[in-house]
């Protein structure tokens, strides 16, 4: 893709990071907030050289636009309604992003029920893969089987990576897009007082498999809470109980430039 997508960064010691946006990320809202810069917007080819580097996949019979981290499918939603309104690409595939995201969120779950790398008390009530803590970069034996653990890693789901650790929060913000499995999810992590003693909600992470007790249920769990966790929890709530935020948003003029000049038409987008 060269220098047609958008750069990660600029440091004024070294001038522009040499990463570029490229594959299906968190970035579409930069894109489309880009876009309708009322001072410095970008051409639309470089959003639709951003959109080539997608990739298109089908997973346990379902087909979607890949990215195995939950908070991909979640962050870019925070802000913009993408209810019904498509860009060339989903028009080319007759979906839209909101769908996608919820697809993923039903393959998320579906690769926990199917439990590959067999492990403990994952399940249907119990999932959840994205970009969280985790127990620390250490080999441990448990069960007669040697698992490799990370720390911090944006972990995904089919493909990995997977470590056995679970993002409660990453579950939450899914809500908008399939709450009939999301909201069930929600209670059960509550029994497993993921959230013990934390007082602004689920810990950050936590792993059922990696534990120093038998009879210990929920295993690792984080220190630590994170803002950028709780936030997208709150917010996504709020969409999904009012749309209060999506409804604000309509009303931001370069959000609404930037989707018109990515080519995004229907549903509410007049």
């Not at 939603?77 to 498509?86: A, E, L, Q, V, Y």
């Not at 860009?87 to 080319?92: G, L, P, S």
């Not at 040697?146 to 679970?166: H, I, K, M, S």
């Not at 990696?210 to 295993?219: I, L, Q, S, Y």
């Amino acid at each position: 893709m060269g220098h047609d997508t958008l750069c990660h960064g600029w440091r004024p010691e070294h001038g522009f990071l040499p990463y570029h946006w490229e594959g299906y990320d968190e970035a579409l809202i930069l894109y489309l907030l880009a876009l309708g810069s009322p001072t410095h917007p970008i051409a639309p080819g470089c959003y639709e050289a951003w959109c080539r580097s997608y990739e298109w996949k089908s997973i346990y019979g379902a087909e979607f636009l890949y990215a195995g981290p939950l908070f991909i499918h979640q962050m870019s939603h925070i802000w913009c309604d993408f209810r019904g309104i498509r860009d060339r690409f989903m028009r080319e595939h007759d979906c839209d992003y909101f769908e996608n995201s919820r697809r993923a969120t039903l393959i998320q779950q579906q690769y926990v029920i199917r439990n590959p790398l067999k492990f403990r008390q994952v399940g249907e009530l119990c999932w959840g893969f994205t970009a969280c803590d985790g127990p620390g970069g250490q080999t441990k034996t448990i069960d007669g089987i040697e698992r490799v653990f990370f720390e911090y890693l944006a972990r995904g789901a089919p493909f990995g990576p997977d470590d056995g650790t679970l993002a409660p929060w990453a579950v939450v913000a899914s809500l908008p897009f399939a709450p009939e499995i999301v909201a069930p999810t929600i209670t059960n992590l509550i029994a497993l007082h993921v959230k013990v003693p934390n007082p602004y909600g689920f810990k950050a992470s936590f792993n059922p498999t990696f534990h120093d007790e038998a009879d210990d249920a929920v295993g690792w769990v984080s220190p630590y809470h994170y803002g950028i966790n709780e936030g997208p929890t709150v917010l996504m709530i709020e969409n999904y109980r009012s749309g209060m935020i999506w409804s604000l948003m309509r009303k931001c003029p370069p959000l609404m430039a930037g989707l018109k000049s990515a080519g995004f038409s229907g549903g509410w987008l007049f």
